[in-house]
C-alpha cells in the first residue's frame, strides 16, 4: 500500500539527515509513538487501535504505564500477523471482524506483507495532508515528507501548553495540510509562534473550543509551487474514514501557481501583488474532487470560485463603484461602519476582478499583456457604442446578444449588427471588424474565455468611464 511506500522514503530521509540507522520499528518506538501517543491528548485517533482501546468519558486518557502496555499491545499484534486496517494504516479494514465494508479496491490476492512494512505504513500515514473537501494528499517526495514531519513537534507542544488547553487533539492530518502550506510558503518565518499561525488562518477559536482549520488545495498547491516552482509532483488523493475511497494518483503541475503570479504581476504590478497575495490566492480552486476529475491539478484545475456563473448571462459582473451617502437620522458611528463596509466589499469586488481576469489570460494561450491591452480597448470601444445611443436598444444588443453567449457564431452575429448600423462612428466600427476577424480564428475554448474576459473588463470600464 503507499502509506507504506510513503513511510520507506520517509524514513530513508530521516537517517540521512540525522545520520541514523533507524528501523521501522525503532523509528516507531523512539519517535512516533512518543509523539503521537504518549501523552494525554494524542496527535491522531488511531481507530480501533491498541492506542484507543479502553478511552472513553470516564476514562478520557491513559496513564504512562498504560501507554506502554498499549504500545507491547499493539508490537504483539504485529508480531502474530496481524495485518488489518486497526494495525496497518491505509490497508483492508478486517474481514474476520466484519468491517470489510469500511475498506476500498481490496482484492483476494494474498500481499505479503512484512513487520517492517507495517510500521512503516504507520509512519508513511501519519503524514498525510488533509484537505477541504475531506480528502488527503499523500506525496512519495523526501522533502516534502520531512518538512511534514517537523510539524508533528509544534503541534505536540501546542497541545501541551497548558495556555492552549481547548485546543482539540486528534488532528495530525488537518494540522499537516495546514503546517506545509505555512513551512512552504513565501511567510514562512523560523521564530513563529501560535499567534503569528492563528492570525494566518491556520486555527479557529470559540469560547469552549480551538481547532485546526481544514486547507484549501489550492493554498496548499500555491506553497508547494513557491518552494517547487518547476516540478510536477504526483500525489496519491483519498480519504479514510467509516468508508474509505480513493481517487487515485493526480500529477500536480506546480509550475502552474508560478505562471499565475507572474500573470498578475505583469498586469497588476509586483507590489500590488504583494499587498494582495493572500486575497488573491484564496479565490482559486475547484472542489479538490472535481479538480481530480481534470486527470491533473493544473491551470484549468485552479479556475476560480464562482466564475462558472458568468460564462452565461445569469449573472452580471458589477463593478460600478458605491455610492456611500449618509442616511437620514444615520449616526457618525453608523455611518462609518457602513462606509467603510461598502469600501471593503468593493474591494474585494475589485481582487476578484482581478483574479477572474489573471486566470483568464493565463489560459488564453496567446501573449498575455497583448491581450490584456486588446481587451480593455474593445471594452472601452464598446462602451463609447453604447452611450451613442438615446434608447436602450445598443444596451439591449451588449447585455443579451454579445456578452450572453459562448457561441463564436452568436457572437459574430451580434458583432453584425454593430458594423451593419450606419449610425456608429468608423473608429468603432472598424474595431469590430478587427475583433470579428480575431474571434474567427479563435479555437471555441480559447474563445470561451476571451468572451468573458471582455465582459469583466467591459464591467471595469463601466466602473472608471
Known amino acids: 500500500m503507499f502509506t507504506t511506500i510513503v513511510g520507506k522514503t520517509f524514513l530513508a530521509e530521516y537517517n540521512i539527515r540525522h545520520n541514523s540507522s533507524y528501523t521501522a520499528r525503532a523509528f516507531f518506538d523512539d519517535v512516533l509513538f512518543k509523539l503521537f501517543f504518549d501523552h494525554k491528548k494524542y496527535l491522531m485517533w488511531a481507530q480501533n487501535s491498541p492506542f484507543v482501546q479502553g478511552i472513553s468519558k470516564k476514562k478520557p486518557f491513559f496513564e504512562p504505564a498504560e501507554r506502554l502496555a498499549n504500545l507491547a499491545q499493539f508490537h504483539e499484534k504485529i508480531s502474530k500477523g496481524e495485518r488489518d486496517a486497526s494495525i496497518a494504516i491505509g490497508y483492508p479494514a ?3 471482524k466484519e468491517f470489510a465494508t469500511t475498506s476500498g479496491l481490496v482484492t483476494d490476492i494474498e500481499i505479503p506483507l512484512t513487520e517492517e512494512e507495517i510500521y512503516l505504513s504507520w509512519i508513511g500515514g501519519t503524514l498525510s495532508l488533509g484537505l477541504a473537501g475531506g480528502y488527503a494528499l499523500l506525496f512519495n517526495h523526501p522533502a516534502i515528507a520531512y518538512a511534514t514531519f517537523e510539524g508533528w513537534q509544534v503541534y505536540r507542544n501546542f497541545l501541551n501548553d497548558t495556555v492552549l488547553e481547548r485546543l482539540r487533539p486528534n488532528q495530525i492530518t488537518t494540522w499537516n495540510g495546514q503546517w506545509l502550506t505555512y513551512r512552504l510558503g513565501k511567510n ?8 503569528r499561525l492563528n492570525t494566518a488562518g491556520v486555527f479557529s477559536i ?8 481544514t486547507i484549501d488545495w489550492s493554498k496548499l498547491f500555491f506553497s508547494l509551487s513557491h518552494h517547487f516552482p518547476l516540478q510536477e509532483i504526483t500525489a496519491y ?7 474509505n ?8 503541475q506546480l509550475k502552474s501557481g508560478r505562471k499565475v503570479h507572474e500573470v498578475y504581476q505583469k498586469l497588476f504590478g509586483e507590489d500590488n501583488f504583494k499587498v494582495n497575495e493572500q486575497d488573491f490566492e484564496a479565490l482559486f480552486g475547484k472542489h479538490i474532487k472535481r479538480a481530480c476529475e481534470l486527470g491533473n491539478i493544473g491551470l484549468q484545475a485552479l479556475e476560480p470560485k464562482n466564475l462558472a456563473k458568468y460564462y452565461s448571462n445569469e449573472s452580471d459582473f458589477k463593478l460600478l463603484k458605491p455610492e456611500i451617502v449618509r442616511k437620514k437620522g444615520e449616526s457618525d458611528a453608523d455611518f462609518e461602519k457602513r462606509s467603510n463596509d461598502l469600501q471593503k466589499k468593493d474591494q ?8 477572474y481576469k489573471t486566470w483568464l489570460i493565463a489560459m488564453i494561450s496567446k501573449n498575455k499583456t497583448e491581450i490584456s491591452d486588446y481587451t480593455r480597448d474593445i471594452a472601452s470601444a464598446l462602451i463609447q457604442y453604447r452611450k451613442g445611443a438615446s434608447k436602450r436598444d445598443r444596451t439591449n444588443l451588449l447585455e443579451q446578444k454579445l456578452f450572453a453567449t459562448r457561441k463564436k457564431t452568436e457572437f459574430l452575429e451580434a458583432l453584425i449588427e454593430i458594423v451593419k448600423d450606419q449610425t456608429v462612428e468608423q473608429e468603432i466600427v472598424e474595431k469590430m471588424n478587427e475583433l470579428r476577424d480575431r474571434v474567427h480564428f479563435m479555437s471555441q475554448e480559447d474563445f470561451g474565455y476571451f468572451s468573458l474576459l471582455l465582459k469583466f473588463d467591459f464591467a471595469y470600464q463601466e466602473r472608471i468611464s
Open 245 to 252: 475511497k480513493t481517487i487515485g494518483f493526480i500529477p500536480f
Open 94 to 96: 478486517s474481514e474476520v
Open 188 to 195: 514562512y518565518q523560523e521564530d513563529f509562534d501560535f499567534n
Open 206 to 213: 470559540s469560547s469552549d473550543l480551538m481547532e485546526v482549520n
Open 348 to 355: 474585494d469586488n475589485i481582487t476578484t476582478f482581478r483574479t
Open 237 to 243: 488523493v483519498f480519504s479514510l474514514g467509516q468508508t
